[in-house]
């Protein structure tokens, strides 16, 4: 039995939060943003809008176009950094009783921007073992809720969104996720953190004084390491698989910076035309980037049953994952 990303659904909020917007609210520019980034404009969600409730709507749409009735779901999966709650409920719980699916197996991860193609590695090896059979991914994020405003290193950005696909077991080894490769670096956890409100420095007035509840990076670094990795990453799954850059009908990677995504990509000799960007438009939306890239290239029309994506992506962790995925949907 092999494991096959049947369907793919995305959900970004309505408001839009340009670079202009931002010129008023920290010391940037739009020409700075987008010569360093790539980024013209990220998606807010609205105050009444958590976590779960993009993640709920990315769901419905997969689960529509997989064509299966959501009673044949028998595992969720949630990829957050901004979960609904702390410590519990999961939001894939809460997913799971928005979408009154109940009874099933439903827990979240934590890998940052790399939770997408993380959780294909789980479903993988779920659907493979004779385990699950309908899996739901979903990554999600209200990234906004973890962002500090004032911190022109980190609020140009993020944006919110979320996106899902439906795995489901398949005998056709011409619609399979072929390989999953996904790795971590633990020594590097300070350089992309959430410090507070966690264990270590619980939540307390002086943790929020010292906003320790929002994301801290140091870019510069993050950047240059990501460069390295994702370029490594890719050669070596394609290695692996004895497949070449030219194999590839679409190079689908986490979309945090332009500038990221044109290293990788020219070091590869991979043609832009195949090459999916958003990032102009969704800023990064951390584990709901690469569904939701997916999805845009799928509603485009330029992802047909069969074609061969290439998923490459980086995150805190520091994690980082890539996959070969063909894509067996309609
Ligand atoms: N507007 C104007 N100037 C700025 C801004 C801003 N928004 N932010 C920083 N600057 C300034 C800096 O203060 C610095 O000024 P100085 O030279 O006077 O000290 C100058 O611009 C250059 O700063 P750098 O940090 O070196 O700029 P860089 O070219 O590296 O771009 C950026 C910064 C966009 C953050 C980049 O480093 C980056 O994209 N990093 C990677 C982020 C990422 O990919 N994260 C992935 C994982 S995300 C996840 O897992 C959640």
Redesign the pocket.
């Known amino acids: 039995m092999y494991a096959s990303l049947k369907s793919i659904g995305s959900y970004a909020p309505s408001q839009i939060l340009t670079n202009a917007d931002?010129e008023k609210m920290?010391?940037?520019?739009d020409e700075?943003?987008e010569k360093?980034?790539g980024i013209k404009e990220r998606r807010i969600a609205a105050s009444d809008e958590a976590t779960s409730d993009l993640g709920e709507k990315a769901a419905r749409i997969a689960i529509e176009r997989a064509g299966i009735e959501k009673e044949e779901i028998d595992l969720i999966i949630c990829a957050t950094?901004s979960p609904d709650h702390l410590c519990m409920p999961s939001t894939a719980c809460v997913i799971a009783a928005k979408l009154e699916i109940h009874n099933v197996m439903a827990f979240d991860i934590s890998a940052?921007?790399?939770g997408f193609v993380y959780m294909l590695s789980l479903a993988k090896a779920f659907i493979e073992s004779g385990a699950k059979k309908n899996i739901l991914l979903i990554g999600a994020e209200k990234?906004s809720s973890v962002i500090d405003y004032t911190d022109?290193?980190?609020?140009?950005?993020?944006g919110d969104g979320a996106g899902a696909a439906i795995i489901s077991a398949t005998e056709d080894k011409n619609l399979a996720i072929l390989d999953v490769h996904a790795s971590s670096d633990g020594r590097y956890g300070d350089y992309?953190i959430t410090p507070g409100c966690g264990s270590k420095f619980p939540c307390s007035q002086e943790t929020l004084d010292n906003k320790l509840n929002y994301?801290k990076?140091r870019?510069?670094d993050?950047?240059k390491i990501?460069v390295k990795t994702l370029t490594n990453d890719v050669i070596d799954i394609l290695e692996k698989n004895n497949l070449d850059a030219s194999a590839i009908d679409h190079f689908i990677p986490?979309q945090?910076?332009f500038?990221?995504i044109e290293a990788v990509r020219a070091k590869l000799d991979f043609p832009i035309e195949k090459t999916v960007l958003t990032v102009a438009k969704y800023g990064?939306t951390?584990a709901a980037s690469i569904p939701m890239a997916i999805n845009d290239a799928y509603e485009e029309g330029r992802i047909q049953k069969g074609d061969l994506m290439l998923l490459d992506t980086?995150?805190?962790?520091f994690?980082w994952a890539s996959a070969l995925v063909r894509f067996g949907g309609k």
């Open positions: 931002l920290v010391d940037t520019s700075w943003i360093r980034t950094l940052a921007c790399s990234i022109r290193g980190t609020c140009i950005l993020f992309l994301i990076m870019g510069n993050v950047y990501a986490h945090a910076n500038r990221i990064n951390s980086f995150g805190g962790g994690t």
